[in-house]
């Protein structure tokens, strides 16, 4: 069982920067696959980002590769997301997930293959 809790979010203009943070609490944080997802009111979850166990890889989706980058500390039980040149259209609920799926870091794109979520951090980017 893993508990997380995102921290980080806030207002900020189009062309700025935010820095999320997930902490997990609970066993076995370093074996698992972590991700980031977001979700616009009214529409699906979409995913964002997942790194591996180890941080040695990392996967994003299109429209953030560039601006966004994922890292994680296991000594810290966290994940971090670095949100650089940030645009109006990223504005969500931006929630830390947890897989054990055991399966390649790039089909860990969907929220089914996520075993346990965050209860979410706005992000509201101002044009």
């Known amino acids: 069982q893993v508990q997380l809790v995102e921290s980080g979010g806030g207002l900020v203009q189009a062309g700025g920067s935010l820095r999320l943070s997930c902490a997990a609490s609970?066993?076995?944080?370093?074996?698992?696959?972590m991700g980031w997802f977001r979700q616009i009111q009214g529409k699906e979850r979409e995913f964002v980002a997942a790194i591996s166990w180890s941080g040695g890889a990392t996967s994003y989706t299109g429209s953030v590769k560039g601006r966004f980058t994922m890292g994680r500390d296991n000594a810290k039980n966290t994940v971090y997301l670095q949100m650089s040149s940030l645009k109006p259209g990223d504005t969500a609920v931006y929630y830390c997930?947890?897989?054990?799926?055991?399966?390649?870091?790039?089909?860990?794109?969907?929220?089914?293959?996520?075993?346990?979520w965050g209860q979410g951090t706005q992000v509201t980017v101002s044009s």
């Open positions: 609970g066993r076995g944080f370093s074996s698992y696959v």
């Open positions: 997930a947890a897989s054990n799926s055991g399966r390649a870091l790039g089909v860990l794109n969907t929220r089914d293959k996520y075993d346990y």
